[in-house]
């Protein structure tokens, strides 16, 4: 990792937001120097001139500006088009159907993950039965028999190579999930149930702070996403199941 640049990108789908930035950041460059080149040539073109024109005898060229908006229209719109597709592919495009599904909760000031049990489903939640101080921070209905083996961990593991597939949802505030290496940031909002979808290819463990102002702790409002081989992401389960 480049301490003067981003963190690895770890999915397919960093590395095209990468290259995005780095065309727009490309673009940006030379149109900043070609800026500043034509104002140099003008101050130098006419420094020595002692004649005063006035503004209302400067002649128009309508051309001139037909050209200019028409090339910044084609700039703007060639980035959004080559961009567009990433950032589809992640907001548009549902998740691949063998997705590892898990729950994502946010509160303050912590968060919680929720995984289906060797059965692959979840079980039931009852907001009256939420217990932080319990280890019940879904409020899993223990008399339903799919929520017995519902694993709750306060990190997130997920499978290396394998499709994920979060939901994520909010007990209080609004909160805000934020991989860097993933390059994901997704609000999570109070009464909304909000899907995202990556396939992390590089193992390692990453920080996952709370990048949303919510409250008092919400600097201490941290935890990691590890990435996992897949045989020991399974073993993990395994060894989690109640």
Same mark, same amino acid.
Request: aromatic share 12%.
């Given at each position: 990792?480049?301490?003067?640049?981003?963190?690895?990108?770890?999915?397919?789908?960093?590395? $095209?937001?990468?290259?995005?930035?780095?065309?727009?950041?490309?673009? !940006?460059?030379?149109?900043?120097?070609?800026?500043?080149?034509?104002?140099?040539?003008?101050?130098?073109?006419?420094?020595?001139?002692?004649?005063?024109?006035?503004? $209302?005898?400067?002649?128009?060229? &309508?051309?001139?500006?037909?050209v200019?908006?028409?090339?910044?229209a084609?700039?703007?719109?060639? /980035?959004?088009? /080559?961009?567009?597709?990433?950032?589809?592919?992640?907001q548009?495009?549902? !998740? %691949?159907?063998?997705?590892? *599904?898990?729950?994502?909760?946010g +509160?303050?000031?912590?968060?919680?993950?929720?995984?289906?049990?060797?059965? =692959?489903?979840?079980?039931?939640?009852?907001?009256?039965r939420?217990d932080?101080?319990?280890?019940?921070?879904?409020?899993?209905?223990?008399?339903?028999?799919?929520?017995?083996?519902?694993?709750?961990?306060? &990190?997130?593991?997920? %499978?290396?190579?394998?499709? *994920? +597939?979060?939901i994520?949802? &909010?007990?209080? *505030?609004?909160?805000?999930?934020?991989?860097?290496?993933?390059?994901?940031?997704?609000?999570?909002?109070?009464?909304?149930?909000?899907?995202?979808?990556?396939?992390?290819?590089? %193992? =390692?463990?990453?920080e996952? %702070?709370?990048?949303? /102002?919510?409250?008092?702790?919400?600097?201490?409002?941290g935890?990691?996403v590890?990435?996992?081989?897949?045989a020991?992401?399974?073993?993990? +389960?395994?060894?989690? !199941?109640?």
């Amino acid at each position: 990792m480049n301490g003067w640049w981003f963190p690895p990108a770890i999915s397919r789908e960093a590395i $095209g937001f990468d290259v995005q930035f780095i065309r727009t950041f490309v673009a !940006a460059i030379i149109i900043f120097v070609a800026a500043q080149c034509a104002l140099v040539a003008i101050v130098w073109r006419y420094r020595r001139s002692r004649r005063t024109v006035s503004p $209302g005898l400067i002649p128009a060229s &309508s051309r001139l500006e037909y050209v200019w908006t028409t090339a910044t229209a084609c700039l703007f719109l060639g /980035l959004l088009f /080559l961009g567009s597709h990433v950032w589809a592919s992640v907001q548009f495009t549902p !998740a %691949p159907a063998d997705s590892e *599904v898990i729950e994502v909760l946010g +509160k303050q000031f912590a968060w919680n993950f929720r995984y289906p049990g060797p059965d =692959g489903r979840f079980g039931r939640i009852d907001i009256r039965r939420i217990d932080d101080a319990g280890g019940n921070p879904f409020g899993l209905d223990e008399r339903d028999p799919f929520a017995k083996d519902d694993i709750t961990s306060a &990190s997130l593991r997920v %499978p290396l190579g394998r499709p *994920v +597939k979060l939901i994520l949802t &909010s007990r209080d *505030v609004i909160h805000s999930f934020f991989v860097r290496e993933l390059r994901i940031k997704q609000d999570l909002v109070p009464g909304m149930r909000i899907p995202v979808h990556f396939q992390a290819d590089l %193992p =390692g463990t990453y920080e996952v %702070p709370c990048s949303e /102002l919510c409250g008092l702790g919400h600097f201490k409002m941290g935890t990691t996403v590890t990435v996992m081989p897949v045989a020991e992401y399974e073993s993990w +389960k395994r060894g989690q !199941a109640h």
